[in-house]
Nanobody, 123 residues
Framework: QLQASGGGLVQAGGSLRLSCVASGRTFSTYAMGWFRQVPGKEREFVTAMNWSGARTDYADSVKGRFTISRDNAKNAVYLQMNGLKPEDTAVYYC??????????????????WGQGTLVTVSS
């Protein structure tokens, strides 16, 4: 089970830090990542990190503004979001799993999903 938290309302240009903690199993050898979805639109990839943290992938729309990190001892993944824009408004979902030691930027790669946390950026 993945539990995401940290969403909220922030003004444009502000920052938020999302957290996602896994329970019930360890993901220390699997990728963890974040996706987001606006109602009525397709879910989109935001960022992901491989098991060791040595490899990351970011959507072009968030490069330079968002940073993913993880703590395998805590079975957790984080998303630091800076320079937020109104177009970042969405429900953010954490994801984990997939091929061991792999990294994916497509939702079909991941086996486990959090419940989502809403991020709203006002202009």
């Amino acid at each position: 089970q993945l539990q995401a938290s940290g969403g909220g309302l922030v003004q444009a240009g502000g920052s938020l830090r999302l957290s996602c903690v896994a329970s019930g199993r360890t993901f220390s050898t699997y990728a963890m990542g974040w996706f987001r979805q606006v109602p009525g639109k397709e879910r989109e990839f935001v960022t992901a990190m491989n098991w060791s943290g040595a490899r990351t992938d970011y959507a072009d729309s968030v490069k330079g503004r968002f940073t993913i990190s993880r703590d395998n001892a805590k079975n957790a993944v984080y998303l630091q979001m800076n320079g937020l824009k109104p177009e970042d408004t969405a429900v953010y979902y954490c994801a984990a799993g997939g091929r061991r030691y792999g990294l994916g930027n497509d939702g079909s790669f991941y086996d486990y999903w959090g419940q989502g946390t809403l991020v709203t950026v006002s202009s």
